[in-house]
Every structure is written in structure tokens, then in C-alpha cells.
């Protein structure tokens, strides 16, 4: 028995009701020494870490703080519109928002709002789960220019992301050039070149499918470092890209030497993604798809063994004309293969350029130790280094590579880190913490008022229905002040 409960036994007839000491007039009138954890973020990683440890303790409190008003992170604001199987997560995440001892605090920006260093004074434990929000540049000259966009905000303009709202991009141009060749980027390549009729019964935002309705993008090349036999992707992209109506695929059957031969010892994931990649770009076609091929308006290729070196201005000097790429050639082979530079350079005409080469984490407090190099938080099992207490998941963690199932595993491990800590005595929870009840009081005096999961609700429904009337699954609030007042209302 902790000193807390100790100390008021007795004194006063207390019950146990649900997860908190509740007098016998009803009213809640202190936290329990339970354990209190809180996450920091409320992606998959904030989700699942949050889940699992509610599972397998019958006692821990998880309080989630997030800095939206809209919680699920990338399965909101990263996932593809015309994906929506992979945001059925968001039923179980929700199952988790609701439980007993769980508790959702929208816009709360953490490092801004309230530090890491208070919410380790009121909780026994503080995981960092907040994902990696920022995105690495290319350092190449014109990189700045109109008409240059990363991935991650082009991404989160078609999917309604509040910062991103205004981003407008410019989609007067015949071709459109996206460096990097992972999922990201054919996620992008595949929206820019979707039939809208398809896109219109998506969650995609309303001035997205506007502005895709009015582009004159007819051609996208996705320019990768080195070979085929190192793409980012998987086949599930690349197959969607393969078979997207109305469009061909436009390959250079050079990139492809020497693959064939290298396909019988390929691991089973690679080889069959190779042999899709074979089949678009050298096999000779059936009579069907060929009759397909020749009637689509639009295309888009894998360009491979090009890096960019600059982008190239228009006469005026204000916008993108083009893309200069750097031609490599291959040092050793397989996946540790090396791009190196032959000397030789080739321009491409482009009006829209977007780079995809990775999102990375951003240190939201000084307090935290984070490795700038790796742009994460260094950690063994989701444990933050020399910071007992602290705890990783997520992107954070691991930086930005995998997909929600990879997310959910690590989450998991670090949620196992954090109990195997509480079991053996290492994570000090005898002394009873506020939790939420402190945080939401700093908050008060800072003019912060979070929003609840059942305010969330609300816009949930909101979206949903504004959403039916125009035969989507979801119309999304693109302002965090139109999800406040919806929120509040
Ligand atoms: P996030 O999902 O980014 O969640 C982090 C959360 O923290 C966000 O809600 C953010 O608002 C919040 N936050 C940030 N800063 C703060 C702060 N200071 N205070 C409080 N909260 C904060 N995986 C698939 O399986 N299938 C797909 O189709 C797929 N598509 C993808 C498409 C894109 C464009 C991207 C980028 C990723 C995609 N993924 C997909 C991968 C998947 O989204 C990630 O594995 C997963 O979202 C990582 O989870 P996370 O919780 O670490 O980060």
C-alpha cells in the first residue's frame, strides 16, 4: 500500500470506484497512487504503446496528449486517400481513446504548451511518441524555388494537414519529377495521376481534388539513386501504379541490364517486386494491354541511377523550368550497393518538382536527448537514454522507415520496456503523481484548453457528414480553428 492511500485510511470512508478514490458524497477528490503514464503524441506509436500497456496492466493510467485537435496522426494526415483499408486502425485506436483508464488531451502542443519536464513531475512515466515532422532537405541549389515541394507537404495539402493548407501547388505543368522512389512517392506519383472519378469517393480534401481536376501534370518520373534491384518500395505500390487506369508505364529498358540474370537468387519480397518491375518495363505486353497502354493520356516512369544536383529556374528566375540529375553507376551490389557519380549529367524539363527523401524527427524540448545525426531519440527497448522515466516509440524512435504494423511491434516493445521497468522496481510509481489533473491547471493558467476524445467526436461527425452529402467517407475540417469551435460548440 502506498503512503498516500495509507495515510487517508481511516480518516475517511473511501471507495474504490473504477480508476479513481471517489469519497462517500461521490465527488473525485485526489488521484490514487496508481501508476500514471502519459504519451506524447497520438499517432499509431502513441496508440499502440498506450494499448498495450493498458492490456497488460490492470492498473496503469495512460493519458494521451496530442497537438492537433484531431488525433491519428499520419493514418489521418499521411495515408493515402485512396487507401482507406489501412484507417481501419482508427477502430481499434478509438476502442483504446475510450477505455477506462485512457484519456485523450487534443492541442496540447508539448515542448510549447507544457515541457517534458513538467509532465515528468506529474506522471511516473513519459513516452515520446510524436513522430517525425520534418522533412529532410535536398541541399541543392533552386531547391527553394516555386514550384519545389517536399513530399511531406504536398502529402499533407491533398490530406488536409492544417499547416499545409495553403500550399497551392502549381499543377500547370505537362511533367512533374518526384525524387526519391518509396512508398511516399508513389503514394504521390499515383494521386497526381489518379482519374479524379475515382479520387471524388475519397476523403481527399475538397481544393486537392479541385486543383487535381484542373492539373495539366500528364507525366511523372520517380528518379531513384541506384538500380531496381535496391527501389524503396513494395509491390503493393508499385502494382497499383502498374495497373492505374488511364495511364502507361514509361521505363528505360538500359536501367534493367544484368536484372533478369540476378532475379532466380533474389530474397522472395524483392524478386517478386523485380519481376513487376521486369514486366512493366521489358516484357512485351498482351495484345489487351497494350490496346490500354496506347489509349492512356498519361505516364509515368521510374528513372534509376540519377541524383539531383539543381534545379533548374525558369528565364525569369522565379519558378522550377527543370531538374538537373547527376548520372551514377553502382558500387558493389544488392542491398548495400553504392551510387557513385560517372561524371555525366542530364536536364529534365519539369515544372513541378517534389522531393521524397524522408521524413525526419524534430527535438520539440531542449530537455530531451536527441540525436541530431540520426534525428532521433537514442534508446535501448523505447528506454531514453540516461533519462529514467522516459520512453520512445514510434518514428521517434526508430526513425521514419516502416510501415503501421512495423509501428505497432515497436510500440509494443517499448510499452514492454516500460513494465518490465515497473515490475523489477527500476520506474519509482510508490509515490503517488497528479497526472492529468496538475497538467490540465498549468494549461488552464496558460490559456490552453485541450479538446477530449468526445469533442473529437463531434468532429468526427461533422466530417462524416459533410462527407455523405458529397459521396465521400469524410469532408476533413482543414483549420485547427474550424475543429476547435465544431469541438466547443
Ligand atoms: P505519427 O503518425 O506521425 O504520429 C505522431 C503524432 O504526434 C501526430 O499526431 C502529431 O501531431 C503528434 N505530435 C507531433 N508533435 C507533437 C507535440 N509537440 N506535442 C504533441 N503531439 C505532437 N503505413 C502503412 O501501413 N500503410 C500506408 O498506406 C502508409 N502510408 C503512409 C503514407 C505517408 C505519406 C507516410 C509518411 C507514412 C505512411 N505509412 C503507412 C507509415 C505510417 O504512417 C507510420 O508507420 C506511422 O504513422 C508512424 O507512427 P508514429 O506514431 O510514430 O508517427
Not at 95 to 113: E, L, M, P, S, W
Not at 136 to 153: N, T
Not at 439 to 465: A, N, Q
Amino acid at each position: 500500500m502506498c503512503a498516500f492511500k495509507r495515510l487517508f485510511t481511516g480518516v475517511t470512508l473511501w471507495t474504490w470506484r473504477r480508476s479513481r478514490w471517489i469519497s462517500r458524497h461521490g465527488k473525485a477528490v485526489f488521484s490514487s497512487c496508481k501508476p500514471k503514464v502519459c504519451v506524447v503524441g497520438s499517432g499509431p506509436a502513441g496508440f499502440y504503446t498506450a494499448q498495450h500497456l493498458i492490456k497488460g496492466r490492470h492498473d496503469v493510467e495512460v493519458d494521451i496528449y496530442e497537438r492537433l485537435p484531431v488525433p491519428f496522426g499520419l493514418v489521418r494526415f499521411g495515408v493515402a486517400p485512396d487507401h482507406p483499408e489501412v484507417k481501419n486502425v482508427i477502430n481499434t485506436f478509438t476502442q483504446t481513446a475510450k477505455h477506462a483508464r485512457c484519456n485523450f488531451y487534443g492541442n496540447v502542443d508539448v515542448g510549447k504548451d507544457v515541457s517534458v519536464q513538467e509532465l515528468q513531475q506529474a506522471y511516473h512515466a513519459v513516452i515520446l511518441s510524436y513522430g517525425a515532422e520534418g522533412n529532410r532537405r535536398m541541399g541543392i541549389p533552386g531547391e527553394d524555388l516555386a514550384g519545389v515541394y517536399s513530399a511531406k507537404d504536398f502529402v499533407g495539402w491533398y490530406n488536409g494537414l492544417p499547416s499545409c493548407r495553403e500550399l497551392s501547388p502549381n499543377l500547370s505543368c505537362e511533367t512533374a519529377v518526384i525524387l526519391g522512389q518509396g512508398n511516399v512517392a508513389l503514394d504521390v506519383a499515383r494521386i497526381l495521376l489518379s482519374p479524379t472519378d475515382i479520387l471524388k469517393n475519397t476523403d481527399i480534401t475538397q481544393p486537392a481534388l479541385e486543383a487535381l481536376m484542373e492539373s495539366k501534370v500528364r507525366r511523372v518520373l520517380i528518379v531513384g539513386r541506384r538500380g531496381p534491384l535496391q527501389i524503396a518500395c513494395t509491390i503493393k505500390e508499385l502494382r497499383e501504379m502498374v495497373t492505374l487506369p488511364g495511364t502507361r508505364p514509361e521505363m528505360m529498358p538500359a536501367d534493367f541490364e544484368g536484372v533478369l540474370e540476378a532475379l532466380p537468387d533474389l530474397p522472395r519480397p524483392r524478386k517478386r517486386l523485380t519481376e513487376l518491375m521486369l514486366k512493366a518495363a521489358v516484357k512485351l505486353p498482351l495484345e489487351e494491354e497494350q490496346e490500354r497502354r496506347r489509349k492512356s493520356s498519361r505516364s509515368w516512369g521510374l528513372r534509376f541511377f540519377r541524383s539531383p544536383v539543381l534545379v533548374l529556374p525558369s528565364p525569369d528566375g522565379t519558378r522550377t523550368a527543370g531538374i538537373r540529375l547527376a548520372v551514377n553507376k553502382l558500387q558493389g551490389s544488392g542491398e548495400a550497393a553504392r551510387a557513385v557519380l560517372t561524371g555525366n549529367v542530364e536536364d529534365v524539363t519539369c515544372g513541378l518538382v517534389i522531393s521524397s527523401i524522408g521524413y525526419k524527427s524534430l527535438l520539440i524540448d531542449p530537455s530531451v536527448p536527441f540525436d541530431s545525426g540520426k534525428a532521433i531519440v537514442p534508446n535501448q527497448m523505447g528506454r531514453v537514454q540516461q533519462s529514467p522515466g522516459l520512453y520512445c516509440s514510434g518514428w521517434l524512435k526508430t526513425g521514419p522507415t516502416g510501415v503501421i504494423a512495423t509501428t505497432l511491434n515497436n510500440s509494443f516493445d517499448t510499452a514492454r520496456s516500460l513494465m518490465e521497468d515497473m515490475d523489477a522496481g527500476k520506474l519509482d510509481t510508490s509515490a503517488a503523481k497528479s497526472g492529468s489533473q496538475s497538467i490540465r491547471k498549468l494549461l488552464e493558467t496558460r490559456g490552453v484548453k485541450p479538446v477530449i476524445f468526445s469533442d473529437w467526436e463531434k468532429i468526427d461527425d461533422v466530417e462524416m457528414r459533410m462527407g455523405e452529402s458529397v459521396g465521400k467517407p469524410r469532408e476533413k475540417l482543414l483549420t485547427v480553428e474550424k475543429m476547435l469551435q465544431v469541438a466547443w460548440e
